[in-house]
């Protein structure tokens, strides 16, 4: 079963946008945290943005620090992270993961404070 469902990858040329969804399954409904991660082909996984679902404060990677943006629904069963302004450099697999149990998700691009995954979403920006 999977735990987190990503979608709305694609392909876009550089200054396009996409927006990014994720649904996350009902056992892990008492989420504390999510977040987005993205993994370059050749380069680690790396933290894009991070949301503490009560409050819903939010942590972006400098990087993409005024052209993304993470949100979720009112229900909070779904993650978004719209991105603006792409460039080259942001081309990726796209994962979405959320934290149950631990505080230490608060507002953390760290990918050890995140237990459930999803299969991620391909995104490609040509020059």
């Known amino acids: 079963q999977a735990h987190m469902v990503e979608s709305g990858g694609g392909s876009v040329q550089a200054g396009g946008s996409l927006r990014l969804s994720c649904v996350a399954s009902?056992?892990?409904?008492?989420?504390?945290?999510m977040a987005w991660f993205r993994q370059a082909p050749g380069k680690e996984r790396e933290g894009v943005a991070g949301?503490?679902?009560?409050?819903?404060?939010?942590s972006y990677a400098d990087s993409v620090k005024g052209r993304f943006t993470i949100s979720q629904d009112n229900d909070k069963n779904t993650l978004f992270l719209q991105m603006d302004n792409l460039n080259p450099d942001d081309t990726a697999m796209y994962f979405c993961a959320a934290e149950t149990s631990s505080v230490l998700c608060y507002l953390s691009l760290d990918s050890a404070r995140y237990t459930y995954w999803g299969q991620g979403t391909q995104v490609v920006v040509s020059a």
């Open positions: 949301l503490y679902t009560d409050s819903r404060e939010a």
């Open positions: 009902e056992d892990t409904y008492s989420r504390l945290c």
